[in-house]
Every structure is written in C-alpha cells, then in structure tokens.
C-alpha cells in the first residue's frame, strides 16, 4: 500500500522528472535556427524575457544575428529581424504563416471576445477584410477624417484654450482627450459612450502589459474589471439600432456582417468592436501625439512647419488643402521618423507546417535556409530593425528630417531594396488603419499649431520601456508641459 505521502510525492515528481527530462531533451537541428532554451525546465527564457525584453533581445540578436528562437514558457518563438529578406518571405506566405492562428491565444482574455467569435477564424477573416474594404475606400475614410476634423476643431475651438495667453497644459492630456474623443466619434458615431468608456479604456490600457503576458486573473484583476465596464457599454451600444445608424460606415457594415451571422449577441458584438476600438486607438492616440511633441521640441522643425501650414489654407473655404499638407515631405518625414523611433509593435504569426526561410544577405553569399517547426511562432519586433545603427543612425534620437530625400545614404542607410521599415506590420495583414492614423497625425499637428503659439518650457519626456515592450506605440514617462497662447490670426493666406 502506498502512503499519501509517497502519493503526494509521486504526483509531484513524476511530471517534475518529466519536465527536467524534456527541457534536457529540447533541442534543435542544424537546419533549425540557433536555440536559446534558458536554465528552466518548461518556463525556459521566461524570466531573462520577462525581466527587461528588449535587453535580452538585443543581446541575443548582437550575438546570434537576426533570427533566433527562444524556448518560453512550453513555446518556440522564433524571433527575427531580417529586412532583406526573411521578414517579408514570413509576411508574404499567408497559408503556411497565420496572422489570426497566433491572436486567437490571445483574442478571448485581450480582447473580450466570446468563445463563438474566439473559434470561428473564417468570421474573423471576413471581418478584417471589410476593415480593410472600408478603409481603402477614398470617400469612406474622407467622410470619417471629416467628423474627425470639425470635431477636433469643435473641441479646441470652444475649450477654455480657445483665449489662452501662456497657460501651463500637459500636451499629452490634450492630445489624448481630443484625439480620442474626435476619432471615437468619427467611427462610432455621436452615440458612442465617451465619459463612460474613456477612463476605463485608459486603465485597461495601463495593464495592457499585464494581459500581454497572460497574467491570471487574480494578478490583473483592476485590469479585468476595467476592461468588463468597456465591454458592457459597448454591448448596450450595440443593442441600440439608432446609435449604430449614427456610426461611421465601417461600424454599420461590421454590424451587419454580425448580425447576419451567428455571432450575433450583445457579447459577441462587444468583443469584436473592443478589438477595433483598441486597435484604432492605442497606437494612433501617442503616435499624433509623439509627432507634435516632437516639432514642438525641435525649435528648426517647428518654425519650418508653422510657415508651411498658412501655405495651404484655403481662406474662401475656411479649410486647409489637406491632400496637399499630406504630400509636404518635411511633415511626412516627421511622422515616419516618429513611428520609426516610437512604433514598437510585433507582428506575430504562426506556423502552420514547416516553413523554410531564406534568412540573410544573399549578395554576400551568406544567406542561409532556415527551417521553422509547424507550431511554433514568429516573432518581428519592429525595434529590433527600427533601431538598429547600421541601418538608422543614432537610432535613439528622432531626427525629424531623417526621411527626406537628401538625406537617403545620411540618415538612412540601405536604399530602397532594404524593407527596414514596418511600423504597420505587412503583407496579407498590414494595418488597414494606416491611412487614417497618418490622417490624425496631421489633422491635430495642422489645427493645434495653427490655432497656438507654443512654447515648451521643459524637455521632451523620455518613454517607458520596460514592460511594455512589444505593446505597440509607447507612451510618455511623464506630462509634456509646454505654453499655450492662443492666435489671433489663425492661419494667413499665401502672401
Ligand atoms: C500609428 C497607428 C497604428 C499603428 C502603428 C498600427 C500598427 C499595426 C500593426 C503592426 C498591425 C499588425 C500587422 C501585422 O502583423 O502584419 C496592425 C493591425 C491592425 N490595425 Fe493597426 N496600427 C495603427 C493604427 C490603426 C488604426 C487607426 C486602425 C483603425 C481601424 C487600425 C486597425 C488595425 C486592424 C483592424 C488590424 C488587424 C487586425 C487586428 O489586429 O485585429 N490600426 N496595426
Ligand atoms: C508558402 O510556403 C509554403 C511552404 O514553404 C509554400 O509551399 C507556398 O508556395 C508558399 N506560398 C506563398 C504564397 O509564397
């Protein structure tokens, strides 16, 4: 007879041994890319991951070059940073690679989503699909940044701003309320619970860490609960048809594609528009953000921009010549120069089957054939290109004219045949938001410096790393303080 002690033991030992066993045994062949396993047996590299990601992984790639795969928590992830050639065989090959095999891990604790939508891929293909319809639709996105516009415009107009004479503001604040209130209601429509979702939202995206990681519960429960007050106001915004007739067009046509499914619950609904609503807000929110902090702190770039901006105003219209500020190729160097520096999403998939990539330099004669194991998953943290100085150099400091042409070879180093520049992910999946966060940027960038004069009075804050490496477009430290004083001639015609 055994004792329950040996009983005990024996539960506890066994799948122990079994656990040391198979991390002894964790191995990887030689078509296989280098294997970092870590000390522990299941968890593997999780701790050194978890601790400071960005400085194990930049040890990892100085060491073994740009791919690697690392054993976490009972998984191989495959990280790779090769933009000659690997990154876009990866997001190129949809069928052997899954964009939404690696979210569906994730979808149900990040997002909300049901179970019902969790499990039906070929749902969540349509639905992405007609994000992508919707976006690429010239008059659809106009109609869209057109509320964006005089809602902005709305806000700052008639704020206590709109008098101001040297008033202290934090410029992140003001950014994020405006930005967020006026693209929330150019999708969602003037039904959308903005004071009932905003604070919410924002605490959720604190602990956007927390569910990256896949924290319990228990050790996220602030985290959870704020995402359930999210979910519930969107579940009653779905369940009023006279809020949804009011939205944008993309919100209606993801509706009626739910409804005419058989993910039709309040639930179901709520889920998939949290994911739309986190999607279109976390990133495009600090990146407009960042760009005007950016040229308010470069004294040269900002007087440059203030006398480009009274260049496209259409006085008869009242308006600016939008199409034509977005071609201004300071204004876009700007903005690519602040995705590069502050962009620090993954594009993430699966592997499928097998998969052999062609990693590294092939006019060097030293690319390689990688072989990637069906199950595994690849990873393509975008700093690991963004920052690197062979490629960008001084990688760590924005350069606001990094992007323009004459400075192609100076600041930019690899040409055209490089794909060292992702911010919005590629291939079958790339960001179908793209267009309207850039449309942001410079609607806010435009209206904020036409409308103020503005003196920053500290330095430009620095962003949080740390753990929330791999989120997406960092945040700031801390406040931005910075003078605002309003104009009294908005924007002059050309002389
Ligand atoms: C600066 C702002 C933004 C950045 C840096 C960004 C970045 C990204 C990246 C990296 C991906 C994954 C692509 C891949 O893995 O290949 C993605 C997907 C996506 N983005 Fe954006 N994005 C931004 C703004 C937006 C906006 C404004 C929308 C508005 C609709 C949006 C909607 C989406 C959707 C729907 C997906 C794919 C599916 C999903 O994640 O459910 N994004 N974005
Ligand atoms: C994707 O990869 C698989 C396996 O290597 C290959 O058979 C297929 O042709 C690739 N598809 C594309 C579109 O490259």
């Known amino acids: 007879m055994v004792s329950s002690l040996e009983l005990i033991a024996t539960c506890i030992v066994i799948p122990f041994s ?47 070059g740009p ?39 994730y979808s149900q604790t990040f997002f909300g989503y049901t179970k019902s939508v969790a499990m039906d891929l070929d749902f969540q293909q349509k639905l992405i699909h007609q994000i992508n319809t919707v976006m690429s639709s010239k008059p659809l996105l106009a109609e869209i940044t057109q509320t964006i516009k005089t809602t902005y415009l709305g806000l700052i107009d008639n704020s206590r701003y709109a008098k101001c004479n040297g008033e202290v503001i934090d410029l992140y604040q003001f950014c994020r ?8 209601r150019a999708l969602f429509g003037p039904g959308f619970p903005f004071e009932e979702i905003y604070q919410p939202y924002l605490c959720f995206e604190d602990d956007l860490p927390k569910f990256a990681r896949g924290y319990p519960r228990f050790l996220n429960s602030k985290g959870y609960t704020e995402q359930q ?59 407009a953000f960042w760009t005007l902090a950016n040229i308010v702190a470069d004294a040269g770039v900002k007087a440059e921009i203030e006398e480009i901006i009274p260049k496209y ?12 500020l977005q071609k201004v190729p300071l204004i876009t160097s700007c903005f690519k120069e602040t995705l590069r520096l502050y962009g620090n999403a993954v594009s993430t998939r699966q592997v499928m089957e097998d998969f052999t990539l062609r990693v590294g330099n092939p006019s060097d004669n030293n690319a390689k054939d990688m072989r990637l194991r069906a199950g595994s998953a690849v990873l393509m943290p975008m700093s690991m290109t963004h920052w690197n100085p062979d490629v960008y150099p001084t990688p760590m ?9 004459e400075n192609q070879g100076v600041w930019v180093h690899g040409g055209d045949k490089l794909h060292a520049y992702t911010p919005w992910g590629g291939g079958a999946y790339i960001c179908p938001g793209r267009h309207l966060a850039f449309e942001e940027a410079v609607i806010q960038l435009v209206y904020v410096l036409s409308r103020f004069g503005i003196e920053p009075i500290k330095d430009i804050p620095s962003f949080v790393v740390d753990d929330r490496y791999g989120t997406g477009v960092f945040r700031p430290a801390k406040s931005y303080h910075v003078k605002f004083t309003a104009r009294t001639v908005v924007a002059a015609p050309p002389q």
């Open 18 to 64: 079994f656990f040391i066993l198979q991390h002894i045994l964790l191995s990887a062949t030689k078509d296989e890319p280098p294997f970092v396993k870590g000390p522990f047996p299941f968890l593997g590299s999780a701790f050194a991951y978890l601790r400071d990601p960005q400085q194990f992984l930049h040890g990892l790639q100085k060491k073994y």
């Open 67 to 105: 791919i690697f795969t690392v054993y976490i928590a009972g998984e191989r992830m495959t990280f790779l940073a090769d933009p000659k050639i690997g990154n876009r065989q990866v997001l190129n090959n949809r069928s052997s690679l899954s964009f939404l095999h690696f979210q569906q891990k």
């Open 177 to 184: 309320y405006n930005m967020y209130y006026s693209s929330a």
């Open 229 to 287: 007050k999210v979910l519930d106001e969107l579940g009653s915004f779905v369940t009023d048809p006279s809020r949804i007739a009011q939205s944008s067009a993309l919100i209606r046509s993801l509706y009626d594609i739910c409804m005419a499914s058989t993910h039709k619950s309040p639930a179901d609904i709520a889920g998939f528009f949290f994911s739309v609503l986190l999607a279109s807000k976390s990133n495009s929110i600090p990146a």
């Open 313 to 324: 105003y259409i006085a008869e219209k009242d308006d600016f010549d939008w199409n034509e």
């Open 397 to 405: 400091k924005w350069i606001g004219r990094r992007f323009m042409e």
